[in-house]
């Protein structure tokens, strides 16, 4: 269980997070949506402390992750995977290697980690670019051998920044089938932030809408693209009927 009370964040005088609320039960896939600078990213990165909040509190599993010592940080941070709009790989590493490398410290042997990455290569279908470099992939190739690496460290939150937004729309598709596999396991929280309505319509057990700094719909897909309570929510269902 992920709860966040309260959370609030502000850059300068510009308020970013005005107290965000919500509770995710364990083993659920949350898509968080809302207009640009609504404070999305902002939030997931503060769930694994790349942004530091001014104030709130987040629970997970009744721990509460920040008032963690430097420490205890390094091994929450083993618990959460993130995969980024931009890939963030390193462009010097193999797939694989790139793959391997959020667990190279921790005294794994190297067989260990290399049939572990092999094994998530397929899972992403990218069995075949094993030792090809970043340069030589396309975008959602890219992509994919960042949710592998995420994956690696078997997290129990998941957390993706808009993980489609750089790449052209036909290599969208192959990337969407893969995180809709692995909302499949159902043994972790996993919170994509997104614009595709619906894909999130498809993925989501839980919707959470944002707007201004503060969460202003949280529940079911049905619930809230059925019946919006609130400005946003009404836009997205247009945007829906649209389609
Ligand atoms: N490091 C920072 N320094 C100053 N302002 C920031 C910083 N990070 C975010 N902001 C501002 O905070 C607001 C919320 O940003 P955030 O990235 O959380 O929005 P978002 O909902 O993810 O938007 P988008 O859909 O465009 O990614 C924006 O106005 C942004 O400019
Ligand atoms: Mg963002």
Redesign the pocket.
Known sequence: MLEVKNLRKS??P?E??KGVNFKIPKGKTVAIM??????????I?CLNRL?QPDAGQILFKGIPILELSEERLLDWRREVGFVF?KFNLIERLTVIENVILPLIKTGISIDKLRDKAINLLKKVRLSDEINSYPKNLSGGQKQRVGIARALVIEPSLMLL??PT?SLDPILVKEVLEVIEDLTRDKDKIVII?T?EVSFALRIADIILL?DK?RVVEIGTPQSIFDNPKSEVGRRYKDLLDYY
């Open positions: 850059y300068g510009k970013v997070l809302g207009p640009s600078g609504c404070g999305k990213s902002t939030t990165r942004t709009q920044d808009e937004a932030v614009h944002m700094g």
